[in-house]
């Protein structure tokens, strides 16, 4: 079987490439290798898909058609498309929101186009996110709440991506799904994201900044259990593909406090968080809880990586990646 994985050098597509590979997939990865964070990381984590048999890598940006199918070339007789390209983070989208309308509308677009094209008309597994849920109030976030409500430019593309997938099975009848993801975190992670930055900076002994007065709480997953998740939907839509265009959550439904998220980080590093409280910033929300019913319906997902377990992990990792002590 044949994979063609986008964002194959991102924190997701990343692990779920290596994934594949392990289990005997040929993948085809493809990334713009953009500097939204440091191009190094990326480069990391390409070596180490580039060390396994049955991997190839080709650049291209995917909202550029003839680029994504010059990148795909001579594997055209994939078997599915797990797209996970994507402009990320809800902050950054406030300062330059042209960067997600090309990377998550159109290249969302230009995919599904290449889908069409390709002779197999490969099945189509792709990222959104928990931010569709905007300022819900409803807990636990499930997928048929109401998602007409973003409360940024980030999930408004994601949203939008939603409903592309959506029309792409009612006109042409491809088959797709769309993956919510939550909070994910893990070794390899985004530089962006709150894992990283408290590390790096409870072990610079700099303070970190603690948004809401720290009243807030993150559905916290695992990047493991997020990629049995993706494979568990590459299984089901390669042995029922429906035009349907269903979406899940992939969350770990437990939702975690700020202060006990930072607690761990302190635990796992041995060093006390110098904590700098700041009001929370547009486009953000308080909570997010994923509900993850259907997910283990349809797809036998089961999360089973506690924050107590993970933490540990991605430190360890953080530590022998920045050669911090």
Same mark, same amino acid.
């Given at each position: 079987?044949?994979?063609?994985?986008?964002?194959?050098? +991102?924190?997701?597509?990343?692990? %779920?490439?290596?994934?594949?590979?392990? =289990?005997?997939?040929?993948?085809?990865?493809?990334?713009? $290798?953009?500097?939204?964070?440091?191009? =190094?990381?990326?480069?990391?984590?390409?070596?180490?898909?580039?060390?396994?048999? +049955?991997?190839?890598?080709?650049?291209?940006?995917?909202? *550029?058609?003839?680029?994504?199918?010059?990148? @795909?070339?001579?594997?055209?007789?994939?078997?599915?498309?797990?797209?996970?390209?994507?402009?990320?983070?809800?902050?950054?989208?406030?300062?330059?929101?042209?960067?997600?309308?090309?990377?998550?509308?159109?290249?969302?677009? !230009?995919?599904?186009?290449?889908?069409?094209?390709?002779?197999?008309?490969?099945?189509?597994?792709?990222?959104?996110?928990?931010?569709?849920?905007?300022a819900n109030e409803k807990m636990p976030f499930?997928? +048929?709440?109401?998602?007409?409500?973003?409360?940024?430019?980030?999930?408004?593309?994601?949203?939008?991506? =939603?409903?592309?997938?959506?029309?792409?099975?009612?006109?042409?009848?491809?088959?797709? !799904?769309?993956?919510?993801?939550? %909070?994910?975190? +893990?070794?390899?992670?985004?530089?962006?994201?709150?894992?990283?930055?408290? !590390?790096?900076?409870?072990?610079?002994?700099?303070? @970190?900044?603690?948004?809401?007065?720290?009243?807030?709480?993150?559905?916290? !997953?695992? @990047?493991?259990?997020?990629?049995?998740?993706?494979?568990?939907?590459?299984?089901?839509?390669?042995?029922?593909?429906?035009? %349907?265009?269903?979406?899940?959550?992939?969350?770990?439904?437990?939702?975690?406090? $700020? *202060?006990?998220? @930072?607690? =761990?980080?302190?635990?796992?590093?041995?060093?006390?968080?110098?904590?700098?409280?700041?009001p929370m910033p547009p486009a953000d929300v308080?909570?997010?809880?994923?509900?993850?019913?259907?997910?283990?319906?349809?797809? *036998?997902?089961?999360?089973?990586?506690?924050?107590?377990?993970?933490?540990? $992990?991605?430190?360890?990792?953080?530590?022998?990646?920045?050669?911090?002590?």
């Open positions: 079987m044949k994979a063609i994985v986008t964002g194959a050098a +991102g924190f997701i597509g990343f692990h %779920t490439a290596r994934q594949l590979l392990r =289990e005997g997939w040929q993948v085809v990865g493809i990334d713009d $290798l953009n500097s939204y964070y440091p191009v =190094e990381l990326k480069e990391t984590r390409l070596s180490v898909l580039q060390a396994q048999e +049955g991997f190839r890598f080709a650049r291209a940006d995917i909202a *550029d058609a003839a680029g994504l199918k010059a990148a @795909i070339g001579a594997d055209a007789d994939a078997d599915i498309i797990v797209h996970l390209a994507a402009q990320a983070g809800v902050r950054y989208s406030i300062e330059n929101p042209s960067a997600y309308v090309s990377a998550n509308v159109q290249g969302q677009v !230009t995919v599904f186009e290449q889908a069409l094209s390709l002779p197999k008309r490969p099945p189509v597994v792709y990222a959104s996110s928990s931010s569709v849920y905007g499930s997928e +048929g709440d109401a998602v007409d409500r973003p409360v940024s430019v980030y999930a408004a593309t994601k949203r939008a991506g =939603e409903l592309l997938a959506h029309s792409y099975g009612e006109v042409h009848g491809l088959p797709s !799904t769309g993956l919510r993801f939550f %909070t994910v975190y +893990g070794p390899y992670g985004r530089p962006d994201m709150a894992p990283w930055l408290f !590390t790096s900076a409870i072990l610079k002994g700099e303070p @970190i900044r603690v948004f809401n007065n720290g009243a807030m709480e993150r559905d916290f !997953t695992y @990047i493991d259990d997020i990629v049995s998740g993706v494979l568990g939907a590459v299984k089901r839509i390669l042995e029922r593909p429906q035009a %349907t265009a269903p979406v899940y959550n992939l969350g770990n439904s437990s939702p975690v406090a $700020l *202060d006990d998220f @930072i607690a =761990e980080i302190e635990e796992a590093t041995g060093r006390k968080a110098i904590k700098q409280f700041e308080p909570r997010t809880y994923a509900d993850i019913a259907l997910a283990a319906r349809d797809l *036998d997902f089961a999360p089973v990586t506690p924050l107590a377990r993970g933490i540990p $992990l991605f430190v360890e990792w953080f530590r022998g990646y920045n050669g911090a002590p």
